[in-house]
């Protein structure tokens, strides 16, 4: 997350040319044991970013599939649900705990 007024986030680590070199998280989120909740969170977190336009989540959501496999798509649902019900009960934001009811309600949906 970056910090307030900063454009720049605390746990990505950049090379010299500013590519990602690394990226480091030691918060509460982290100690759950599957990375793929890790990587579900660049993307939970990048929709509440400002400024945020769904064609982020493609791109993001396309580097992280060549990087862990397409398998990651499907599970990215489950993922989603379980940051919402984490967040839902944050309720001084209500604009946050309607995003969360919107993600369990898209998992909820038959298709």
Excluded: H, K, N
Excluded at 20 to 43: E, K
Excluded at 84 to 97: E, G, K, S
Aim: hydrophobic share 40%; glycine share 8%; proline share 8%.
């Amino acid at each position: 997350m970056a910090r307030p007024g900063s454009r720049r986030p605390r746990s990505v680590f950049l090379s010299d040319d500013l590519r990602v070199a690394g990226v480091i998280d030691f918060g509460a989120l982290t100690v759950i044991g599957d990375p793929g909740l890790d990587l579900a969170s660049a993307l939970a977190f990048l929709e509440e970013a400002p400024g945020y336009q769904p064609v982020d989540s493609d791109f993001v959501l396309e580097r992280l599939v060549s990087r862990v496999g397409s398998d990651f798509v499907p599970r990215y649902g489950l993922y989603r649900a379980w940051y919402a019900i984490r967040f839902a009960p944050y309720r001084d934001d209500p604009d946050l705990y309607e995003r969360c009811l919107g993600a369990l309600r898209a998992v909820t949906r038959p298709t």
